[in-house]
């Protein structure tokens, strides 16, 4: 997951409380997410939902609210629907949401994603178990996107994002190539990077990459 500043005011067509999927919605969403699925964090997916975060089950409020509108894939909402209702909230200031959950990309694309809750409360183990979920089952719900099309997806960020550490670390590299590489590294570490929580996590757990990119990824606690 990765941090949303969600922009206010709300999109003016919420108020006439006839659509939650009006033009201005949509775009101020996909501004805000960063055109990423907040929970698997693909980019530009197939197909992309207005996700109610709690569940509205017909209540009015629920239902037009902008705090509860969120960005999301149609295969997160699928998992998701009304047995998810307690997710950590990446809009919200107070949740570290990278800290709280370890993403560990597969080391191959047919190999499991490993998700980890490094917080002991509901809400994160809940979060955790649901990504893990999207990336590893399949459901009936929607044969396009896959679990093998995740993880290969997924894997092949991953992959390039190793490449450019490798050419870092490779004493055969020459000075403008490692250069190079500690830019691309930077340059993946950003917010509207795919996966961003799989990157980061990688320099979390290494010393030397943490190095790199310690001014450029949020701060612990924020
Ligand atoms: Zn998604």
């Given at each position: 997951?990765?941090k949303?500043?969600?922009s206010?005011?709300p999109?003016?067509?919420?108020a006439?409380r006839?659509?939650?999927?009006?033009?201005?919605?949509?775009?101020a969403?996909n501004?805000?997410?960063?055109?990423?699925?907040?929970?698997c964090?693909?980019?530009?997916?197939?197909?992309?939902?207005?996700?109610?975060?709690?569940?509205?089950?017909?209540?009015?409020?629920?239902?037009?609210?902008?705090?509860?509108?969120?960005?999301?894939?149609?295969?997160?909402?699928?998992?998701k629907?009304?047995?998810?209702?307690?997710?950590?909230?990446?809009?919200?200031?107070?949740?570290?949401?990278?800290?709280?959950?370890?993403?560990?990309?597969?080391?191959?694309?047919?190999a499991?994603?490993?998700?980890?809750?490094?917080?002991?409360?509901?809400?994160?183990?809940?979060?955790?178990?649901?990504?893990?979920?999207i990336?590893?089952?399949?459901?009936?719900?929607?044969?396009?996107?896959?679990?093998a099309?995740?993880k290969?997806?997924?894997?092949?960020e991953?992959?390039?994002?190793?490449?450019?550490?490798?050419?870092?670390?490779?004493q055969?590299?020459?000075?403008?190539?490692?250069?190079?590489?500690v830019?691309?590294?930077?340059?993946?570490?950003?917010?509207?990077?795919?996966?961003?929580?799989?990157?980061?996590?990688?320099?979390l757990?290494?010393?030397?990459?943490?190095?790199?990119?310690?001014?450029?990824?949020?701060?612990?606690?924020?």
């Amino acid at each position: 997951m990765f941090k949303v500043a969600r922009s206010f005011p709300p999109p003016a067509s919420l108020a006439a409380r006839r659509s939650y999927t009006g033009d201005d919605v949509l775009e101020a969403l996909n501004r805000d997410f960063l055109g990423k699925c907040y929970i698997c964090e693909t980019q530009e997916p197939l197909s992309l939902n207005v996700e109610h975060f709690v569940a509205h089950e017909g209540d009015e409020e629920l239902t037009y609210s902008w705090n509860n509108l969120f960005l999301s894939c149609a295969r997160c909402n699928n998992f998701k629907r009304h047995h998810y209702n307690n997710l950590l909230d990446c809009t919200d200031d107070r949740v570290d949401v990278l800290r709280a959950i370890e993403h560990i990309a597969p080391a191959s694309p047919g190999a499991k994603v490993r998700v980890i809750a490094r917080l002991p409360d509901e809400s994160t183990r809940s979060t955790a178990e649901l990504i893990c979920r999207i990336f590893n089952e399949d459901n009936t719900g929607n044969k396009r996107v896959t679990s093998a099309y995740m993880k290969k997806r997924l894997f092949s960020e991953y992959a390039t994002f190793i490449r450019y550490v490798n050419a870092y670390i490779d004493q055969n590299t020459i000075k403008e190539d490692r250069d190079r590489a500690v830019l691309h590294i930077r340059h993946m570490m950003r917010d509207a990077q795919q996966y961003s929580a799989f990157l980061r996590w990688v320099a979390l757990n290494d010393p030397t990459i943490y190095a790199l990119v310690e001014d450029v990824i949020p701060m612990a606690g924020a």
